[in-house]
């Protein structure tokens, strides 16, 4: 009987290292490619990650995601929590790592600000439905009422949710700091607190948003992101055992390391679109010094272009093959 308990052990300590990783690679996919993470944790809708890092040692220490404003956004991860009062149930064990977090986050700074910060539980898309009760509860917390107010005006479903968040806070809180917590305690805890669902494999909607951003914003094309992802995947899984911290260059050089070169340029595309129309205006303008105008036009030879178009086409200079047109007699294709 031990053996197989221990079996059953492994097999969800393996399962929830998968999920973490899959939620870490959705994680990493808004990363690289620059895209801004915070609407989906209640948090501004313009916010960009600009640092990932697993197995922290915070309270909340799966991952965290490191904005932009300075704020953080940090993640436990549990595959099929539900809304269970026992002391030993996920929840409640999320909920000892939540008050632990917020104790860490006090001894910085007494006002824990929840537009800047947010505490996730990431669950799996098949976890049970009755768990949401709790979130959409918390969420009556973030335009300021109090307690007792929403509590009074919430469905039974909330009631009882937001009674068994109450329990398990009230039975860490005490742990930690020796006291019952304060109603504002409460607020403070149901504002931070978020629950949010993630895939758990390939054909998750969120694995294809991950794969869609990566090959649209990196390579060639959405379909283009498959491989890519997968190799992200793997990139994620190293972090996690290492526990050591990246940005979006390195990133990005990782996945150079693994064999995918990056074609595009998030959050310089459009710096990139506006080179080319100079340049392309430029190659028009000087286009009349490589003829002569006489009786005919009689196109100039210039002995340094095809030296200059070697070192262009070999080198890191923007090419314009988004854009090719044929050179005429006498003149060199535009950068």
């Known amino acids: 009987?031990?053996?197989?308990?221990?079996?059953?052990?492994?097999?969800?300590?393996?399962?929830?290292?998968?999920?973490q990783a899959m939620v870490g690679t959705w994680l990493a996919a808004q990363l690289v490619t620059d895209m801004p993470v915070g609407a989906r944790f209640g948090l501004g809708a313009d916010l960009r990650p600009?640092?990932?890092q697993f197995e922290t040692g915070d309270a909340l220490d799966d991952a965290v995601l490191r904005l932009?404003?300075?704020?953080?956004?940090?993640?436990q991860c549990k595959t099929r929590p539900s809304l269970e009062r026992g002391s030993d149930s996920a929840l409640a064990k999320t909920i000892?790592?939540?008050?632990r977090f917020a104790a860490e986050q006090r001894s910085k700074n007494p006002a824990i600000d929840p537009t800047r910060i947010a505490a996730v539980l990431a669950i799996a898309d098949n976890a049970p439905r009755s768990i949401d009760t709790l979130d959409e509860a918390c969420r009556n917390f973030d335009r300021g009422e109090t307690w007792p107010a929403v509590v009074a005006r919430v469905s039974g479903a909330q009631k009882d949710a937001l009674a068994v968040f109450r329990d398990h806070v009230a039975r860490s809180w005490k742990g930690e700091f020796g006291s019952d917590p304060s109603e504002d305690d409460l607020v403070d805890l149901a504002r931070l607190f978020?629950?949010?669902?993630?895939g758990a494999d390939a054909a998750s909607a969120d694995w294809r948003e991950a794969t869609s951003l990566v090959g649209s914003r990196l390579y060639a094309g959405a379909d283009q992101g498959g491989a890519p992802t997968s190799a992200l995947l793997e990139i994620v899984r190293q972090l996690i055992r290492s526990g050591a911290a990246a940005d979006r260059n390195g990133l990005a050089r990782a996945l150079r390391s693994a064999g995918y070169h990056d074609t595009r340029a998030p959050g310089f595309d459009r710096d990139i679109d506006s080179l080319r129309r100079y340049t392309n205006e430029e190659c028009e303008r000087l286009a009349r010094h490589t003829r002569l105008e006489a009786d005919r036009r009689v196109p100039l030879a210039r002995e340094c272009l095809p030296a200059l178009k070697a070192a262009i086409d070999g080198g890191s200079l923007l090419s314009n093959?988004?854009?090719p047109r044929p050179p005429s007699r006498g003149q060199e294709r535009p950068l």
Do not use: H, K, P
Not at 1 to 19: D, I, L, P
Not at 68 to 75: E, L, N, Q, R
Not at 96 to 99: E, H, T, W, Y
């Open 1 to 19: 009987m031990a053996g197989s308990n221990s079996t059953a052990g492994g097999r969800a300590t393996e399962a929830g290292m998968s999920f």
């Open 50 to 52: 600009v640092e990932l």
């Open 68 to 75: 932009a404003d300075g704020g953080a956004i940090y993640f």
């Open 96 to 99: 000892v790592q939540l008050v």
């Open 194 to 198: 978020r629950i949010r669902r993630f």
């Open 321 to 323: 093959r988004t854009q």
